[in-house]
């Protein structure tokens, strides 16, 4: 498009009187629906991209999880087998499986108290 036609005609004289609303009320309109299509492509255009994004950050995400889990596992395992000459086998067992339940408990304890604080802050209308 060249820039005479982005700008709008500025009639003088005698071509002014012979100017219609109507033509400029058109001309208003099919800009304002040829914007309205432009905006509906670049929203449909991000979605896209969005969603193919949103793929990979939930496999990377889902993968990072599972590893977490098994260095965890790892971790507990290593525990067992390096308490195991100090304390025995089953007594170090036992205390990685306590230890394990202890913090389980704590974490436990404090989402149950996020989650009264929350009903209280969301009942209330007011943040703790």
């Not at 982005?6 to 012979?18: K, L, N």
């Not at 599972?66 to 067992?80: D, Q, R, Y």
């Not at 394990?100 to 408990?105: E, F, G, Q, R, T």
Request: proline fraction near 2%.
């Amino acid at each position: 498009m060249d820039e005479d036609e982005d700008q709008p005609a500025v009639v003088a004289g005698d071509a002014a009187r012979h100017r219609h609303l109507g033509d400029d009320l058109h001309g208003l309109v099919d800009r304002g629906l040829a914007f309205a299509q432009a905006e509906v492509e670049l929203q449909k255009a991000r979605g896209i991209y969005a969603v193919g994004r949103i793929k990979w950050i939930a496999l990377l995400g889902g993968l990072a999880l599972v590893l977490l889990f098994f260095s965890l596992v790892a971790l507990t395992v290593g525990m067992v087998i390096a308490l195991t000459p100090l304390l025995g086998a089953l007594v170090a067992t036992l205390a990685v499986f306590g230890g394990l339940v202890i913090v389980a408990l704590i974490c436990a304890l404090i989402a149950a108290r996020q989650w009264k604080s929350m009903l209280r802050a969301l009942s209330n209308g007011s943040a703790d």
